[in-house]
């Protein structure tokens, strides 16, 4: 009985992955032919930027845990490798999946696919068309050694299509992403975030940022400041603020800019279902994130992105958002709109429904 179970290896590593690996976890319970082995890298491993999703999201402890933690890109790519493929020669699974465009994300499939263990890629498909961003290339080399793809909207269809994706691996199945973001809407209410940072429901603004060609060019960053200082003095801006960008802002001794900003909250990072509390309740969403545009979308929140493009062009077709890029006067006109009472609002794609997962789990049991 046991050697008739599929073993599928799920792959996560970095913050973005655990809402997106939950929901397929959940959808693959029901089927006891299946047999997911979760292998987490190690990519992210602070409490606040792993551990906590896992409580929040009701993820099983990993089976495997590699540890491969920070790294340039090239040694972070290759060390989880090195890891993974051990992994795969002890388990083999007959399957890998791995979700999102992080480097953990293009390691595992790379293994996977040298030793022909079949590869499934969930957020198949989407495209910024920006080969600055390291998750393009992480996205465009995943695609090209999957086996089934897996996308969130028909925008990513047409893209493998025009890359040569024959017809038969591609899978539209919607966003993983939603259906964690649907199933844990009410209970993300009840966190008392809130309260606990006096703060009242539409009366400030959450922001975040991270992208490297935000934070890690001086300039780009203190354009971006300088437009936060600017908005904060008419709304109030709560800032989670991710390791990277805290590690920028000493190292640019910017640090005594944001303290003078007195309508401005910088918090540590903070887990899936406060954040979603505070993302909910707010007047509007400044971030260069690729999830939050999606989620502020679903939830009818204006968002104004601090990039150029988007791999999520429904985003702005259909919903909430608007490119600002990091350009000082864009970002604060944009936001003063906002407050104006003119803020986006929108529709978004059908298959954002909550059962992507399950679309998936049915697909590789054939019975979709
Ligand atoms: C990674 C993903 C990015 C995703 C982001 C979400 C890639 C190429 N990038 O970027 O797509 O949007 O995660 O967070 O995979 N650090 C800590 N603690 C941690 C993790 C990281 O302090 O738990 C610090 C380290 O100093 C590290 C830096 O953050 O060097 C960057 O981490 P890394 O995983 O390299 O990339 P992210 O910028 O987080």
């Known amino acids: 009985m046991n050697q008739q179970k599929m073993k599928i290896a799920c792959v996560v590593g970095a913050r973005p992955n655990f809402m997106k690996i939950a929901p397929i976890l959940e959808a693959m319970k029901k089927y006891p032919?299946?047999?997911?082995?979760?292998?987490?890298t190690g990519q992210h491993y602070d409490y606040e930027m792993s551990c906590v999703f896992f409580e929040d999201l009701d993820i099983p402890e990993p089976d495997v845990h590699l540890g491969v933690g920070s790294g340039s890109h090239a040694v972070q790519t290759a060390k989880?490798?090195?890891?993974?493929?051990?992994?795969?020669?002890e388990y083999k699974p007959d399957l890998v999946l791995v979700v999102g465009d992080v480097n953990s994300t293009l390691a595992c499939a790379l293994?996977?696919?040298?030793?022909?263990?079949?590869?499934?890629?969930?957020?198949?498909g989407i495209r910024s068309?920006?080969?600055?961003?390291p998750e393009e290339i992480n996205r465009i080399l995943t695609d090209a050694v999957s086996d089934y793809l897996f996308v969130p909207t028909e925008h990513g269809c047409a893209n493998l299509r025009r890359e040569g994706i024959p017809e038969e691996k591609i899978f539209l199945v919607g966003d993983v992403m939603i259906d964690t973001l649907l199933k844990y809407k009410n209970k993300a209410a009840t966190t008392p975030i809130l309260d606990d940072l006096g703060l009242q429901k539409g009366n400030y603004a959450?922001?975040?940022m991270h992208?490297?060609?935000?934070?890690d060019i001086k300039e780009n960053l203190i354009k971006i400041l300088r437009a936060i200082q600017e908005i904060q003095n008419k709304i109030q801006i709560v800032l989670p603020m991710h390791p990277r960008t805290r590690r920028r802002i000493e190292e640019f001794q910017l640090s005594e800019k944001i303290s003078n900003m007195?309508?401005?909250i910088v918090l540590e990072p903070i887990g899936y279902l406060r954040f979603?509390?505070?993302m909910m309740n707010a007047q509007f969403v400044l971030t260069d994130s690729g999830g939050m545009q999606e989620e502020t979308t679903v939830l009818n929140i204006p968002c104004l992105t601090l990039r150029e493009n988007t791999e999520r062009p429904e985003t702005i077709d259909e919903g909430t958002n608007t490119l600002v890029g990091n350009d000082t006067q864009r970002i604060i006109e944009e936001s003063f709109k906002i407050l104006d009472g003119l803020g986006k609002a929108g529709t978004y794609p059908k298959l954002w429904d909550g059962h992507a997962a399950v679309r998936i789990v049915e697909t590789l049991l054939g019975t979709r």
């Open 33 to 40: 032919q299946l047999q997911p082995i979760l292998v987490h």
């Open 80 to 89: 989880i490798m090195i890891e993974f493929e051990k992994v795969a020669l």
């Open 111 to 124: 293994v996977a696919a040298k030793l022909q263990i079949p590869v499934a890629h969930v957020e198949a």
């Open 129 to 133: 068309f920006d080969k600055s961003m």
């Open 206 to 208: 959450l922001m975040t």
């Open 211 to 215: 992208r490297p060609h935000n934070v």
């Open 262 to 264: 007195k309508n401005l």
């Open 276 to 278: 979603l509390n505070l």
